[in-house]
C-alpha cells in the first residue's frame, strides 16, 4: 500500500467534491487558457493589420519634399520615369533581403522577440499619377493608377455603389466627390475632352482619395500627355518586420532623382501597441491565476474542515505531518492534471467560440505546448492553494482530531 | 526495556504500562474538572483488562493517555520500560507505530479501499513493504475474512468491519492493543464474535486494554476496573 494510491482512491471515492474542486481549477485554466490564444491572436492580428499599414514606403520626385497633396508635384513638372520602376525594385527588393538576413542590423522595428525565417513575398510597387483638371466646374485631381497593385496596397478601399474600376472607358470617384457634384453609378462625366462612365463610387476613407477621380494609369497617363510617367510610387512591404528603413537608405543613396521616405512613427506606435497589449495580456494572466489560486484555496480549505476525523485516524495509524502533506499533495496533483486537462479543453473552446467574435479576422492556433502549460499551471495552483490548508491541518494534533471523531 | 514487537510474552514480567500519579484536569472558565485524578496502574505484558465505569469517568482519556494519544496535566506514563508523557511528537509517532494499535467503537476504516487495503494501511506509513500483503491476508484470515480480502468497507457488515480493525491493528505487530467500545455499536451476536476475536488474540499473549460500557463484555477479561469520577473505585 502506498500513499499515492490511499490518495487517488480517496479522489475517485469523493467524486463530487472531486468533480467541484477540479471544475474550479478547470475554469480558472480555462480562463487562462482562453486568454493567452484569444489574447495571442489579436496580438498576431495586430501586427499583421498595422505592418500592413506601416510596413511601407513612399517615392517622390527628389524635388518633392513632403507627402501632403499639395506637393504630388501636380503642376509642377516634376515626375519619376515609369522605365525606373524595375531598378528601384531591384534595389529595394536587395536592402529587404540583406537587412533581413542581417536581424538586428537597421531594422526600424523595435522589439523583435525571435529572428528566425520568414517568407519574404515580393513588394508590391503602386505607381500613381496625379493631374489636376476640371470636371463638371470643379478642381479636381485625377488619379491614374495600376488598378490590381492599388487594390493591394491599399486594401481597405470599398466601394459604396457600383464597382471597383476594372475598365478603361470608367472611373471610379472618390465619395466626398460625388456627395459635391452629385454624380451617381452610370452618369458620364468628361475630363480633358473624353466621356467616361462612372463605374463606382469609392466608400470614404478619410483620406486625399476622397476627393479624387480613378482611372488606369495609361488612361491619364495618354489623357494628359505623360506617357511613361508617374507621381509617386507607393511600396508596400509584404512581411511582418521587413526593415523598410534599410531599403529607404539604399534607394535614397542609389537613385538619383528620387527620394524615399518610410513612415517612422507607424513602426514605433506598433511597438508601443504590441508592448500594452502584452501588458494587458499579462496582467490579465496574472489576476486570473490569483483568482483561481484563491477559488481553490477556499474550495480546499472547506473541504479540509470536513476531513479532521480522517486525519485523525490517519495520524492515529501513523502517520507523520509530512506523510499526510504528501497525501495531500498527490490529491492535488491528481486534481490539477484533472482540471487542467478539462480547463484546456474549456479554454480552446472559448477562445474559438468567442475569438473571433472578439476579435473579427482573429485566428486562434494551437501549439503542443499549450496543454501541457494549462496542466503545469492548474497542478501549480493547485498544490500551492493546497499548501497553506494542507499545513493548518496537518498541523492539528493527534489528541484533537482523535478526538473529532 | 522490551524493543522486540513479539506477542509472545509472558504474564508476570516488567510491566507493559506504569501509570503514576496521572491526573488530567480540563479547565474550564469557573472550575475545573478532573478527568483523571491522582491515578495509579500497572498492566502487566498478556494481560486482558477492561474498565467500565459511566460516561465522563475518564475511560477514554485514560486510553489516550497510555497510548501516547493525550498527556497527562501532572504524573508519569511508561510504555515498554519508556516514559511517554514528556516525549516530543517524533518519538511518540515511533510508539503509535510501532507499539501501540486502536480499535475504535465505530469501524473507522477508509471507504476507498478494500478491506485487505485497509489493513495494510498502517505499514505505508511504517515503509514496511515484506510480504505485507501476504501477512495481511493471514490476518484476515485469523479473523475470519480471508474471503472478504477483495471487498470494499461497504460490502462488509459491521461486524465483519471490526474485525478488519481488529485485523489492522495486528499488522505493525504492536505490543499493546487499546480498544475503546470495540463492540458498542453491535448486535448481541456480532459482539459475542468480536469478544472471542480479542480473546484469541490474548490467548495468543497481545496485550489488550478495553473500554466498556457493556458488564457482559467485561465480566469475560481477566482484570476489570471501575472507573468513577477519575478514580479507580473498584478492581
Known amino acids: 500500500m502506498r500513499l499515492y494510491q490511499l490518495a487517488l482512491r480517496e479522489i475517485g471515492r469523493r467524486k463530487i467534491r472531486t468533480l467541484y474542486t477540479a471544475s474550479g481549477i478547470a475554469l480558472s485554466v480555462a480562463l487562462l487558457v482562453a486568454t493567452i490564444l484569444v489574447g495571442s491572436a489579436g496580438q498576431k492580428d495586430l501586427l499583421l493589420t498595422i505592418a500592413r499599414y506601416g510596413h511601407s514606403l513612399t517615392i517622390l520626385p527628389a524635388t518633392t519634399m513632403d507627402t501632403s497633396l499639395q506637393s504630388f508635384g501636380i503642376g509642377s513638372g516634376h515626375y519619376i520615369p515609369e522605365e525606373a520602376i524595375p531598378s528601384i525594385r531591384t534595389i529595394y527588393d536587395a536592402a529587404i533581403k540583406t537587412g533581413w538576413e542581417r536581424m538586428g542590423g537597421l531594422v526600424l522595428q523595435s522589439g523583435i522577440p525571435f529572428g528566425g525565417e520568414q517568407q519574404i513575398q515580393e513588394a508590391i510597387f503602386a505607381p500613381r499619377l496625379y493631374e489636376e483638371t476640371n470636371v463638371l466646374d470643379r478642381r479636381v485631381v485625377v488619379a491614374g493608377v495600376d488598378s490590381v497593385a492599388e487594390y493591394q496596397t491599399r486594401f481597405w478601399w470599398e466601394v459604396d455603389s457600383g464597382n471597383l474600376m476594372n475598365d478603361p472607358q470608367e472611373v471610379m470617384v472618390g465619395k466626398v466627390f460625388a456627395a459635391i457634384t452629385g454624380v451617381k453609378v452610370g452618369d458620364r462625366v468628361d475630363i480633358n475632352g473624353q466621356s467616361f462612365k ?11 482619395d476622397d476627393y479624387m477621380i480613378f482611372s488606369t494609369l495609361p488612361t491619364v497617363q495618354k489623357l494628359f500627355g505623360k506617357q511613361g510617367l508617374v507621381s509617386l510610387i507607393n511600396v508596400r512591404a509584404m512581411c511582418n518586420y521587413c526593415p523598410v528603413g534599410d531599403a529607404e537608405l539604399a534607394i535614397n543613396q542609389k537613385v538619383v532623382g528620387v527620394r524615399a521616405t518610410s513612415q517612422r512613427e507607424i513602426a514605433q506606435a506598433q511597438h508601443k501597441i504590441f508592448r500594452n497589449v502584452t501588458h494587458v495580456i499579462l496582467t490579465l494572466v496574472g489576476l486570473s491565476l490569483l483568482m483561481a ?44 492534471i484533472l482540471g487542467g486537462l478539462i480547463g484546456y479543453a ?43 490548508p494542507a499545513l493548518h491541518t496537518s498541523r492539528i494534533s493527534v489528541a484533537t482530531a482523535f478526538r473529532a471523531q | 526495556m522490551n524493543t522486540n514487537a513479539s506477542v509472545k510474552v509472558a504474564v508476570n514480567s516488567q510491566p507493559l504500562v506504569v501509570l503514576s500519579h496521572i491526573s488530567k484536569v480540563y479547565p474550564l472558565s469557573d472550575h475545573s474538572v478532573y478527568a483523571l485524578d491522582d491515578m495509579n496502574l500497572t498492566i502487566l505484558p498478556g494481560e486482558y483488562l477492561s474498565f467500565m465505569g459511566p460516561s465522563g469517568s475518564g475511560k477514554s482519556t485514560l486510553l489516550n493517555i497510555i497510548g501516547g494519544i493525550d498527556k497527562p496535566t501532572s504524573g508519569e506514563v511508561y510504555l515498554d520500560g519508556e516514559r511517554i508523557d514528556t516525549l516530543k511528537e517524533q518519538r511518540l509517532l515511533v510508539i503509535r507505530r510501532r507499539k501501540v494499535a486502536y480499535v475504535l467503537q465505530e469501524a473507522r476504516l477508509f471507504p476507498s479501499l478494500t478491506a485487505l487495503e485497509n489493513v495494510m494501511l ?45 485485523a489492522r491493528a495486528l499488522i505493525n505487530q504492536p505490543l499493546l492493543i487499546l480498544a475503546d467500545e470495540p463492540t458498542g455499536n453491535l448486535d448481541h451476536e456480532t459482539r459475542l464474535e468480536i469478544v472471542q476475536q480479542f480473546e484469541a488474540l490474548n490467548a495468543e499473549g497481545h496485550t ?28
Not at chain 1, 198 to 208: F, K, N, Q, W
Not at chain 1, 305 to 311: D, L
Not at chain 2, 131 to 152: P, W
Not at chain 2, 225 to 230: M, S, T, V, Y
Request: with cysteine; proline share 3%.
Open chain 1, 346 to 388: 474549456l479554454g480552446v473552446s472559448i477562445a474559438f467560440g468567442v475569438g473571433p467574435w472578439l476579435l473579427s479576422g482573429a485566428i486562434i492556433e494551437l501549439h503542443w505546448w499549450e496543454p501541457l502549460l494549462a496542466v503545469v499551471a492548474a497542478i501549480m495552483t493547485s498544490l500551492l492553494a493546497t499548501l497553506l
Open chain 1, 198 to 208: 462612372v463605374g463606382g463610387i469609392l466608400r470614404e476613407t478619410d483620406s486625399p
Open chain 2, 122 to 166: 498502517p505499514t505505508a506509513f511504517v515503509g514496511d513493504r515484506k510480504q505485507v500483503r501476504q501477512r495481511a491476508l493471514e490476518l484476515l484470515s485469523k479473523v475470519g475474512l480471508e474471503k472478504r480480502a477483495n471487498h470494499l468497507v461497504h460490502q462488509l457488515s459491521g461486524g465483519e468491519a471490526q474485525r478488519v480493525c481488529i
Open chain 1, 293 to 336: 489560486c484563491m477559488a481553490v484555496f477556499n474550495m480546499i480549505m472547506g473541504t479540509m474542515h470536513g476531513r479532521i476525523r480522517e486525519i485523525g485516524l490517519l495520524k492515529v495509524l501513523g502517520a507523520s505531518r509530512w506523510q499526510l502533506m504528501r497525501t495531500f499533495a498527490y490529491e492535488s496533483i491528481a486534481l490539477g
Open chain 2, 208 to 235: 489488550i486494554v478495553m473500554v466498556t460500557h457493556d458488564p457482559e463484555l467485561s465480566a469475560r477479561t481477566r482484570r476489570r476496573l471501575l472507573l468513577r469520577d477519575g478514580k479507580i473505585s473498584q478492581s
